[in-house]
């Protein structure tokens, strides 16, 4: 088992920024990947950037350019750093873990963008 704890969330007007932490448990199970989703009131939850061991990261297009995604995979931790918020940017966000023994989830952290 992975225990994830996201903090960082909060309410901010559009055009500022937030900086989300995740860090993740010690595990028998070596961690190669992180990355952070979100999810929006009636709609799915979606990828927003990740990173892996080797430090390759991927993000939406919609976050491209404002979002960066960072942190140290062989010490569990990673944070995304996100400037220029719109309210469409409001949501859920979760971190997300992979290990060979499959993918672990932490609780969620709320992000609300005022416009």
């Known amino acids: 088992q992975v225990q994830l704890v996201e903090s960082g969330g909060g309410l901010v007007q559009a055009g500022g920024s937030l900086r989300l932490s995740c860090a993740a448990s010690?595990?028998?199970?070596?961690?190669?990947?992180m990355g952070w989703y979100r999810q929006a009131p009636g709609k799915q939850r979606e990828l927003v950037a990740t990173?892996?061991?080797?430090?390759?990261?991927n993000y939406a297009s919609s976050v491209k350019g404002r979002f960066t995604i960072s942190g140290d995979i062989a010490k569990n931790t990673v944070y995304l750093q996100m400037n220029s918020l719109k309210p469409e940017d409001t949501g859920v966000y979760y971190c997300?873990?992979?290990?060979?023994?499959?993918?672990?989830w932490g609780q969620g952290t709320q992000v609300t963008v005022s416009s």
């Open positions: 990173i892996n061991s080797g430090g390759s990261t």
């Open positions: 010690e595990s028998r199970f070596s961690i190669h990947a």
């Open positions: 997300r873990a992979g290990t060979p023994g499959g993918y672990y």
